[in-house]
């Protein structure tokens, strides 16, 4: 136990922006996917912020934004608006950001997580919906000054934020919520929900407190993350800065600090706002909204089956561990993909293959894909090409060895498995004295191992099992070149 963990509690908040899914952006009709598209090129007079520019609300951004609330089990009221939030950065074209504040689209959710086994529901306080603001670019001319470039394309991209009670104690919990909250928007087709594309946007409110107090400490906002690791190391940095100053007697001050990736700490960039700093007045030029009950339920409706029900129906269906499950269920695609490979296989034989299906997918499968960055949408290897390559296990064909050289190939061609069994000659082989004659070959050429198996040392065994086999390219059972070995090393 760290002497924070003794001498102070952790609160952290996260408050999470997504980008929302839609064609058009959040009040008027310019092409929401500006990504890849030149600067300054998706724009018209109400993104420029020009004067007399009229507002027209996205009602599917509502409706997202909404579908959203309901998956996180939050409360939709009968009236909602938005507000203008007043602040003067160069992001913000027209000073202002419309945004909400006392009546926002729903309040009050949670959202179930666990680490190490252990379970935790974390508060939502509210999703609400304003508009993206412009990207700065920073710009370096060597001459020690720099410059800033303003591209308007996200400018009035519909934004959802997700705000959480402060309810997370540890960096781990902050990341497990991360992975849940995207796993949850991606499901229900609400936002790409991808950190490294700046789509999915994470903001920490990190304080410290006295052990058993009830008052919050002075909350520090943290900035600038944009992965799970990064702000997991983030609030790691964050409180151990904290402790250290409290622990000296320092006040911590309510401030806005950013994260630098690169040098591991957070850096002051600004004092901390207030609410009332940003005079929110309702916008005048949108009429505030009415919610029926019936409608609420409509889009409840459209909700499909969410990752938690996703991975209880695999673990109670499929008997997979809680682990696994919950892997797979991490992304929709990921589930998705599993499920079409499940279902190419007789339903008598699922529960009993599902594991190796589930190790292929989560195994090689992914660490392949995040070597090349691939989403597993994007992936060469089919759902029917897994099941096909665990039936040529399963038949005797191949080795569980082979099968991973095969697999390595069905990535990287995209072939079916008993193509690249048949090309690269893997099948399994009963030739009895080839494998005796590789054997053979081995134990001479390998006198180390050899010397060090019979003083005694069993697991060098291991050295001239694993030189047999590379050298029969997997075609033989491992447990067939090991007696083979134990049969010529006892003989000689």
Known sequence: MTQTAIDYEVVIGLEVHCELLTKSKMFCACDADVSGAPENTRVCPICLGMPGAMPVANREAIEKTVL??????????????????????????????????????????????????????????????EEDTARLMHEDDFSGEGYTLLDLNRSGVPLMEIVSDPDMRTPDQARAYLVKLRAVVRAIGASKANMEEGNFRCDANVSLRSRGATAFGTKVEVKNMNSFR?????????????????????????????WLDGEGRTVSQRSKEFASDYRYFPEPDLPPFSFSREWVEQIRARLPELPDAIRRRFETELGLSRYDAGQLTESAARAAYFERALATLP?????????????????????????????IDDVPVQPEAITALIALVEGGTLTGTAARTVFEQMYRTGEAPAAIVAELGLAQSDDHSELEAIAAAVIATHPKPVADYRSGKAVALNALKGAVMRQTSGRYAPERVENILLRLLSSA
């Open 68 to 129: 959203t609330a309901l998956a996180l089990n939050c409360e939709i009221p009968e009236y909602a608006k938005f507000d203008r939030k007043n602040y003067h950065y160069p992001d913000l074209m027209k000073g202002y950001q419309i945004s909400q504040y006392d009546l926002p689209f729903s309040l009050n959710g949670w959202l179930e997580i666990e680490v190490d086994g252990v379970p935790s529901r974390i508060g939502i306080t509210r999703v609400h919906l």
């Open 230 to 258: 990064s702000v997991q190391r983030a609030l790691e940095y964050e409180i151990e800065r904290q402790h250290e100053a409290l622990t000296k007697g320092e006040p911590i001050l309510q401030e806005t600090r950013g």
């Open 347 to 375: 339903e008598a034989d699922r529960p009993r293959l599902a594991k190796q299906v589930a190790n292929w997918i989560l195994g090689e499968l992914a660490k392949l894909q995040n070597a090349a960055g691939r989403e």
